[in-house]
């Protein structure tokens, strides 16, 4: 390749990020990049939003995001993440909840809730966990799941699915991965159930695809409709890439639109992929590449995309349809708006020293709020700093989540 024809195919690469993709469902992504779930903390302890939230998601919309997905919002708040998650039902604060949507939706912009359940990861001040089967090891415990509590999902599902079509938001994304309930269910480490949800990866499955089937008959069938997935558990004895690969396969039957791969749990002693640096490019590049020729299902890929030639090559090699950017998006919330054009440009991304650990984490998320309120030239907390502002609120915010759902505590 000669010079010019080199300098001419760097200047034009960017394109393959403007296109625009079609959904089976028939809903359109405008470019190939989305903001990725994260759990961004910002609702008010009592499962709704925040002005902060508001603007924060309207900060991607203007950036010029395809899509971006919330996490993570509850349709139980019995086993919720955090106490900054919003919830979906009957006690949600509608009018505030389509404002979020009206502010996220523009400029063609989508905005998807991602669905979740913690499991046995709820959080434990205003939880008392399930997961699949008892779990009692240094750092965590949780009971296990009924056959009546596993069969009670999809409809829980389905109900909170509907009640995002009907608040106006463009598209619902499942949570089946880091460990979350639905990810416990597909991982035989945390799966050790001996009835017809447990056992092999078909069966370890089989709640994931009723739920997706339940929800398709909610929505409709014009309504987007993805799901989170991991690749590897990245656990001794987890998930492994050969099960994932099935998952992928099975879920792909399905009337799923999007299937997002990512990895990795939040589980005690579990190394996170966020908790490194993407030295050697995105983390699960050669599993989705092994995905694509399993499933005719769209592939959206998370984690360790820090360079526009890097998502670049991830569309343009035909690996995966659409490229999911969380901590990028962070550092610069116009990152999309940058990568489509023509000069591009790559985020910062700081480095600490020895910082505790999940104070990376709680840095992020502390700028997140940044974001929502406009003031991220002033930020200037450092990870320690971050760790105990963020777990300051979340002590705060607990309180109003048990204010609010506490009838919920005395019915169980």
Same mark, same amino acid.
């Given at each position: ?10 200047? !034009? ?10 959904? #089976? ?5 405008? *470019? ?9 903390? /910002? $609702?008010?302890?009592? $499962?709704?939003? !925040? ?33 900054? *998650? ?29 669905? @979740? ?51 106006? =938001? ?25 009835? @017809? ?11 994931? /695809? ?24 990245? /656990? ?27 990895? $990795? ?14 030295? *050697? ?13 399993? !499933? ?7 984690? $360790? ?26 550092? *610069? ?15 910062? =991304? #700081? !480095? %600490? ?51 609010? %759902? ?7």
């Amino acid at each position: 390749m000669n010079g010019k024809t080199a300098e001419h195919k760097c200047s !034009t690469s960017h394109r393959v990020l403007r296109s625009s993709l079609e959904l #089976p469902c028939g809903a359109v992504l405008k *470019n190939r990049l989305a903001k990725s779930a994260m759990s961004d903390s /910002l $609702g008010n302890g009592g $499962g709704d939003p !925040t002005t902060a939230q508001v603007r924060l998601y309207e900060r991607w919309a203007e950036g010029g995001a395809a899509v971006s997905i919330i996490g993570e919002v509850q349709g139980d708040p019995r086993f919720p993440e955090k106490p900054g *998650n919003l919830v979906f039902g009957a006690n949600s604060d509608l009018l505030t909840m389509k404002t979020l949507v009206d502010n996220a939706v523009i400029n063609d912009a989508h905005l998807w809730p991602q669905l @979740g359940h913690a499991g046995a990861l709820s959080h434990q001040p205003i939880s008392q966990p399930k997961g699949p089967s008892p779990i009692d090891i240094p750092g965590l415990r949780c009971a296990g799941m009924s056959v009546e509590d596993v069969e009670e999902l999809p409809g829980m599902y389905a109900r909170t699915a509907e009640f995002a079509r009907s608040a106006g =938001f463009s598209g619902i994304h499942i949570h089946a991965g880091h460990g979350f309930l639905l990810s416990q269910f597909l991982s035989p480490l945390f799966n050790r159930r001996d009835d @017809g949800y447990g056992g092999s990866v078909e069966a370890r499955c089989q709640i994931v /695809l009723r739920i997706l089937d339940e929800v398709r008959r909610a929505v409709g069938p014009s309504y987007p409709v993805g799901i989170k997935i991991n690749s590897t558990d990245k /656990l001794e004895g987890g998930l492994t890439e050969d099960d994932a690969l099935e998952v992928v396969r099975l879920v792909g039957q399905t009337s799923v639109d999007l299937i997002d791969i990512s990895g $990795g749990t939040y589980f005690p002693g579990a190394k996170a992929s966020s908790d490194g640096v993407s030295d *050697n490019g995105p983390y699960f590049l050669d599993f989705a590449r092994r995905a694509k020729v399993t !499933t005719n299902v769209p592939l959206m890929l998370t984690g $360790g995309f820090e360079r526009r030639e890097q998502a670049v090559d991830a569309v343009a090699s035909g690996a995966v349809d659409m490229v999911s950017l969380a901590r990028g998006m962070v550092l *610069n919330p116009q990152l999309a708006n940058t990568w489509l054009t023509e000069d591009g440009g790559d985020p910062e =991304f #700081p !480095t %600490f020293e020895a910082p505790p650990r999940g104070g990376v984490t709680a840095w992020y998320t502390m700028r997140l709020t940044a974001l929502g309120e406009d003031s991220e030239d002033t930020f200037t907390l450092d990870p320690r700093s971050a760790l105990r502002t963020y777990e300051e609120r979340d002590a705060q915010r607990c309180i109003k989540w048990r204010e609010k %759902f506490s009838y919920l505590a005395e019915s169980d």
